[in-house]
């Protein structure tokens, strides 16, 4: 039996996790351990100079530090649809937060840079499946109507940990050393390892299915490749730059294109690597849409800021950190309230003003120059917090509440992968356009201060003109806060006998 799709399915309570199951403190565990390992995906960014004089390295081999923990991340990340479920909830979350504590060790003892990079890559190889268990989490055990407030909490890791970890790591190092940037974090992670054993219980079903190694190959240089060539761009055009972004820019595009090609006929047999029927979904396409353009958008700007105000207007990095810190507090602390929000009024009306201020507040960035108040940019960078407030939550809170249950580690796996590619093009993109404007400038004989800056202008225009398509997209989210029998079924996707009884009934209890 096939499931048309628009067909209405109630958000049941899965037979593996009933209501007499106690699953209070696991939503909260799993929040903490992503929080702290999303917290160390950034904190190697200002890093750099340090680790360059510790290991006598160059800067390009420094770089590799941030560079294969993006790589990594964009590898494991696809698969984790299906490791959640051909693996239990505590088999997933020992995995993950047991790779991370190994290789955050690996880190802080490193006597080499080779060592030191491969507990960066080990610790990616954790942080990449705990996001999508998290998701996958909550999805299954929040009933649809309180699901917004939580996802709030979510969007709290996914923006805010990333903002702070330059932040703490700047603090950690100019206080105690680089090592201890690993070294505060071990023990916390050892203590979540700790909580999890105690109080996590398995929920959810796991399937059998073999993997399909041809997809895992096809997966790690589609979106390996992709990613690495994005980062290749912001190393300019130059001789000895352009084969390392145009080699692995074309075999990412061909991989990925036999990769989508291999899921929609393993999809017949009802065992594709990442489902791609997730797509049919109206609402969780759009919704992805709208994340990855703002998210391009707020990545990419996150590098022109630092730019601007280090090189042009002299801020320390310690600086620049408490200048985007009051950004990041507010954001966090709007989350949860976004998410209440949502669930009462649906996403479009949270949307919809979120990614028009947000347009408005990169525009006005454009119009920055090197005499601008400080106090006016830490404004327009809180308001551009609060913006992304407005969008990130009620989007993917609605684009996964839209899929089927057995579609949620796929749909999650997908908003984690594709978020990756999303960041790493909106930075490309406008640092591109920086690099390129910027050149112009002093070709024309512009100053080097004034031709940076024209750059930067430019790039934050390209950003608001981004912001500008996912106002288009968030027109056409849906206008009303969900309910258990509006949840969108992809066709060709078998549902559980419990979501069909409760369809049934749900249909019953309206005609009576």
Same mark, same amino acid.
């Given at each position: 039996?096939?499931?048309?799709?628009?067909?209405p399915v109630t958000?049941?309570?899965?037979? =593996?996790?009933?209501?007499?199951q106690?699953?209070?403190g696991?939503?909260?565990?799993?929040?903490?351990?992503a @929080?702290?390992l999303?917290?160390?995906?950034?904190?190697? =960014?200002?890093?750099?100079?340090r680790?360059?004089?510790?290991?006598?390295?160059?800067?390009t081999?420094?770089q590799?530090?941030?560079?294969?923990?993006?790589?990594?991340?964009?590898v494991?990340?696809p698969? !984790? %649809?299906?490791?959640?479920?051909?693996?239990?909830?505590? =088999?997933?979350f020992?995995?993950?937060?047991?790779?991370? *504590?190994?290789?955050?060790?690996?880190?802080?003892?490193?006597?080499?840079? !080779?060592l030191?990079l491969?507990g960066?890559?080990i610790?990616?190889?954790g942080?990449?499946?705990? $996001?999508?268990?998290?998701?996958?989490?909550?999805l299954?055990?929040?009933p649809?109507?309180? /699901? &917004?407030?939580?996802?709030?909490?979510?969007?709290i890791?996914?923006?805010?940990?990333?903002?702070?970890?330059p932040?703490?790591?700047?603090l950690?190092?100019?206080?105690?050393g680089?090592r201890?940037v690993?070294?505060?974090v071990?023990?916390?992670?050892?203590?979540?390892l700790?909580?999890g054993?105690?109080?996590?219980?398995?929920?959810?079903?796991?399937?059998?299915?073999?993997?399909?190694?041809?997809?895992?190959?096809?997966?790690a240089?589609?979106?390996? %490749?992709?990613?690495?060539?994005?980062t290749?761009?912001?190393?300019?055009?130059g001789?000895?730059?352009?084969?390392?972004?145009?080699?692995?820019?074309?075999?990412?595009?061909?991989?990925?294109?036999?990769?989508v090609?291999?899921?929609?006929?393993?999809?017949?047999?009802? /065992?594709?690597l990442l489902d791609?029927?997730?797509?049919?979904?109206?609402? @969780?396409?759009?919704a992805?849409?709208?994340?990855?353009?703002?998210?391009?958008?707020?990545?990419?700007?996150?590098?022109?800021?630092?730019i601007?105000?280090q090189?042009?207007? &002299?801020?320390?990095?310690?600086?620049?950190?408490?200048f985007?810190?009051? %950004?990041?507090?507010?954001?966090?602390? $709007?989350?949860?309230?976004?998410?209440?929000?949502?669930?009462?009024?649906g996403?479009?009306?949270?949307?919809?003003? &979120?990614?028009?201020?947000?347009?408005?507040?990169?525009?006005?960035f454009?119009?920055?120059?090197?005499?601008?108040?400080?106090?006016?940019?830490?404004?327009?960078?809180?308001?551009?917090m609060?913006?992304?407030?407005?969008t990130?939550?009620?989007t $993917?809170t609605?684009?996964?509440?839209?899929?089927?249950?057995?579609?949620?580690?796929? &749909? *999650?796996a997908?908003?984690?992968?594709?978020?990756?590619v999303?960041g790493?093009?909106?930075?490309?993109?406008?640092?591109?356009?920086?690099?390129?404007?910027?050149?112009?400038?002093?070709?024309?004989?512009?100053?080097a201060?004034e031709?940076?800056m %024209?750059?930067?202008?430019?790039?934050?225009?390209?950003?608001?003109?981004?912001?500008l398509?996912?106002?288009?997209l968030?027109?056409?989210?849906?206008? /009303?806060p969900?309910?258990?029998?509006?949840?969108?079924? !992809?066709?060709?996707?078998?549902?559980?006998?419990?979501?069909l009884?409760? *369809?049934?009934?749900?249909v019953?209890q309206a005609?009576?």
């Open positions: 039996m096939t499931a048309s799709k628009g067909s958000d049941s309570p899965p037979s =593996s996790a009933p209501a007499t106690d699953t209070r696991i939503i909260p565990i799993l929040l903490l351990s @929080f702290v999303i917290l160390n995906e950034t904190t190697m =960014s200002v890093a750099v100079p680790l360059m004089e510790a290991f006598s390295v160059e800067a081999t420094a590799w530090l941030t560079t294969a923990f993006l790589l990594t991340m964009a494991v990340i698969l !984790s %649809g299906f490791i959640l479920q051909r693996l239990t909830t505590r =088999s997933v020992f995995l993950s937060l047991g790779l991370f *504590s190994t290789g955050t060790l690996l880190c802080a003892l490193a006597p080499a840079f !080779s030191l491969l960066r890559i610790q990616a190889s942080t990449a499946v705990m $996001m999508p268990l998290l998701m996958t989490t909550v299954t055990l929040v649809i109507n309180r /699901r &917004g407030v939580v996802m709030g909490n979510i969007s890791v996914i923006a805010v940990a990333p903002a702070l970890g932040t703490a790591s700047g950690i190092q100019d206080a105690l680089w201890w690993f070294g505060l071990l023990p916390i992670a050892l203590t979540m700790v909580a054993a105690l109080r996590l219980k398995n929920f959810g079903e796991t399937t059998k299915a073999p993997v399909d190694l041809p997809s895992v190959v096809l997966s240089f589609g979106f390996g %490749g992709l990613v690495y060539a994005l290749q761009i912001g190393e300019g055009f001789d000895g730059n352009i084969g390392n972004l145009l080699v692995p820019l074309a075999v990412g595009v061909v991989a990925l294109g036999l990769f090609r291999r899921q929609i006929a393993l999809q017949k047999e009802d /065992r594709p791609l029927r997730t797509f049919r979904s109206r609402t @969780f396409t759009l992805l849409g709208i994340m990855m353009v703002a998210f391009g958008a707020l990545l990419g700007s996150g590098i022109l800021l630092p601007y105000l090189d042009l207007r &002299g801020l320390t990095p310690a600086q620049t950190g408490l985007v810190m009051p %950004g990041g507090i507010i954001m966090g602390l $709007m989350g949860p309230l976004v998410g209440r929000l949502y669930d009462k009024v996403p479009r009306v949270l949307v919809l003003p &979120g990614v028009s201020v947000l347009a408005v507040l990169l525009f006005a454009s119009r920055a120059g090197l005499d601008t108040p400080l106090v006016m940019l830490v404004v327009l960078y809180t308001g551009l609060m913006a992304i407030g407005f990130f939550t009620p $993917m609605a684009g996964l509440n839209s899929l089927a249950r057995q579609q949620y580690s796929h &749909g *999650s997908l908003v984690g992968t594709l978020q990756q999303a790493g093009a909106g930075t490309a993109l406008l640092v591109t356009v920086m690099a390129v404007r910027g050149a112009s400038l002093s070709g024309r004989g512009v100053g201060e031709a940076q %024209g750059g930067i202008e430019l790039a934050f225009m390209v950003a608001s003109v981004l912001a398509v996912a106002i288009a968030a027109t056409m989210l849906p206008g /009303r969900p309910t258990a029998d509006t949840v969108e079924v !992809s066709a060709d996707v078998e549902p559980s006998d419990e979501e009884l409760a *369809s049934e009934g749900g019953s005609r009576a």
